[in-house]
C-alpha cells in the first residue's frame, strides 16, 4: 500500500460512522476490513503456509482493531471530546500491534509502520519510539483530519462545530514530529572509514545445495568469481543469502576453501548438519582462516521446525553484528546488538519475491531505530545496504545480482529506542484508559436549546 493510502484510509469511515448508527459504522467497518484483507489471504496460506486458524486470528485482530479505533473515535467525537479522540484513541492500534508481536511467533512484522519507510521524515520516529510511534500517527492525523472536516461541514451536532481542536491537535502532531524529523535527519554518521560492501545473489532453492554433489559444486564454482570479483573492486565484506548451501563437518572446508580465496571476509548462509539436527547458518569467513558461525534465532514457524534455533549473537571486530533474515522481524534482538557496540548489520536473507521489498524495508526501519547501517542479501528478494538515518544507499533485484556499495557508513547514531526500548505501548496503555474513560463518561458540553423570542403584543 502507498505510503499517502494508509494516512488516509481511515478518514471515510471515520466521516461516515459519525452520521450513521453504531451498527451500521460496525458493519461498514467490517466490509472495508474485509475486503483490504482479500490481496494478502493468499500470501498468508500460499507463501508463509500459515495455518488456517492463524490466518483466522490475524484477520479478526485486524477487524478488532480497526473496528474499536472507528467506534471509539465516534463515541468521542460525537460527545465533543475532539481533543481526546485525536489523541488517545491510536494508542488501541499501538496496544494491538505490541500484542501481536510479543503473542505471536512474527515479532514486529505486523506492523503499520513498515508502509511509511520509504518516507524518511516520518520513519525518523522510530528512533524515538519504535514503530509503535509511527502506528500512532496513522491513526492520530485521520482522526483529526475527519474531525476537521466534520467541523467544516453544516451540521445538527452543535459539539462538532468548531474545527479549532482538531486544527490545533493536528498541527501539534505535524509540529513536534516534523521537529524531531528535522533533527534527526540533521544528524549524520561520522564519514571516517566508510565501508566498501559487496553482496550478490544467485538462484538458488529454499533449503541450499549439498555443498558435496554437482548442483552444490556448479553453484559454488558461480559464486567463486563473483564474490573474487567484488572484492577486487575493493569490498571488504562480501555477503551471500541465506541457505545458500548444505554443509556437514565434513564437507564445510569445500565451501571453506573456495570462497577463503577472495581477499575479502565473506558472510553465507547454510543448512548446518551435526549429530542429528540441522541449523541455519550465517557462516563469517575471513581471509585468515577464521570461522564464526552465527546460528538463525527466529524460525519461521512452520516452514523451519525442521531446524534448531540459535541463541546467541556473533559480533565480529566489535562493530560488526550478524543476524539472518526473520531474525529482523524482531526489534529487540537488534537492539541488544546495538547495545554491544555493534553499528553495521550483515543479514543474510531469503524472503519470497512478492515480500522482498516488505522484509528490505522491515530492515531499513531496524536501523533506523538503533542508528544502524543494515547490509542484507535476500535470494529471492532485495539487496539492500542501507545507512542509520533511513537512506538507501543501495538496492539491487535479486535474480544472479549483484552489488557494490563504497560509502556505507561503519559509524552509528545514538537513539533514544536503542537506549529506552518499547516505552510507548505503556504510554499507549494510559492513553486507552483516558479514551475508554472518555467513551463511558459524561458528554463534555451539553448541545445548546435553541432560544425563542417572542413579540410582546
Known amino acids: 500500500m502507498a505510503p499517502g493510502c494508509t494516512r488516509l484510509a481511515p478518514i471515510p469511515l471515520i466521516l461516515a460512522s459519525l452520521r450513521v448508527r453504531p451498527r451500521t459504522a460496525l458493519g461498514a467497518t ?3 476490513w474485509s475486503i483490504g484483507q482479500l490481496g494478502i489471504v493468499g500470501y498468508y496460506l500460499g507463501t508463509l503456509r500459515l495455518p488456517v486458524p492463524v490466518v483466522g486470528g490475524v484477520f479478526l485482530l485486524g477487524l478488532g482493531l480497526a473496528a474499536g479505533t472507528v467506534l471509539l473515535a465516534r463515541t468521542l467525537l460525537l460527545r465533543g471530546r475532539t481533543v481526546t479522540a485525536v489523541l488517545t484513541v491510536p494508542s488501541l492500534w ?9 503473542l505471536f511467533p512474527h515479532g514486529a512484522w505486523w506492523s503499520l509502520a513498515y508502509t511509511q519507510a520509504d518516507v524518511r521524515p516520518v520513519i525518523q520516529l522510530t528512533a524515538l519510539t519504535g514503530v509503535w510511534g509511527v502506528t500512532y500517527l496513522l491513526l492520530a492525523v485521520p482522526i483529526a483530519l475527519a474531525a476537521l472536516l466534520r467541523s467544516l461541514r453544516p451540521t445538527r451536532t452543535p459539539r462538532l462545530g468548531s474545527p479549532r481542536p ?5 498541527l501539534a502532531l505535524l509540529l513536534s514530529v516534523g521537529g524531531w524529523s528535522a533533527w534527526s535527519l540533521s544528524r549524520s554518521p561520522d564519514p571516517a572509514e566508510p565501508l566498501t560492501v559487496g553482496l550478490v545473489a544467485l538462484r538458488q532453492p529454499e533449503d541450499g545445495l549439498p555443498i558435496d554433489e554437482p548442483s552444490g559444486r556448479d553453484l559454488l564454482a558461480r559464486y567463486v568469481p563473483r564474490v573474487s570479483g567484488l572484492a577486487a573492486r575493493g569490498a571488504r565484506i562480501v555477503v551471500l543469502p541465506e541457505k545458500v548451501f548444505a554443509v556437514t563437518d565434513a564437507t564445510l572446508p569445500l565451501l571453506v576453501d573456495a570462497l ?3 581477499e575479502a571476509r565473506v558472510v553465507v548462509g547454510a543448512v548446518l548438519r551435526r549429530a542429528g539436527t540441522a541449523s541455519n547458518v550465517a557462516l563469517v569467513l575471513d581471509p585468515s582462516g577464521t570461522i564464526r558461525t552465527y546460528e538463525k534465532q527466529h524460525l519461521i514457524p512452520g516452514l523451519e521446525d525442521w531446524l534448531t534455533p540459535g541463541d546467541d549473537e556473533v559480533i565480529v571486530d566489535g562493530r560488526y553484528g550478524v543476524a539472518i533474515c526473520k531474525d529482523l522481524d524482531y526489534p529487540g534482538l537488534v537492539r541488544r546488538y546495538r547495545a554491544q557496540g555493534v553499528s553495521v548489520l550483515l543479514v543474510p ?4 519475491t512478492s515480500d522482498g521489498w516488505l522484509h528490505g524495508r522491515m530492515a531499513l526501519v531496524r536501523g533506523v531505530e538503533n542508528g544502524l547501517t543494515v547490509v542484507r542479501a535476500a535470494a529471492f528478494g532485495r539487496l539492500t545496504v542501507t545507512d542509520p538515518g533511513g537512506r538507501m544507499v543501495g538496492e539491487a533485484t535479486a535474480g544472479d545480482a549483484e552489488l557494490l556499495v563504497t ?3 561503519t559509524t552509528g547514531l545514538g537513539t533514544v529506542y536503542s537506549r529506552t526500548g518499547d516505552w510507548f505501548p505503556i504510554l499507549s496503555l494510559v492513553l486507552f484508559v483516558v479514551s475508554v474513560g472518555g467513551a463511558v463518561g459524561r458528554p463534555s458540553s451539553r448541545p445548546r436549546r435553541p432560544v425563542t423570542i417572542r413579540r410582546l403584543p
Open 94 to 102: 499501538v496496544l494491538g500491534e505490541y500484542a501481536a508481536s510479543r
Open 30 to 32: 467490517i466490509l472495508a
Open 349 to 352: 536473507g531469503l524472503d519470497f
Open 166 to 170: 482538531a486544527l490545533t491537535c493536528l
Open 407 to 409: 560509502a556505507a557508513p
Open 260 to 262: 577463503q580465496q577472495a
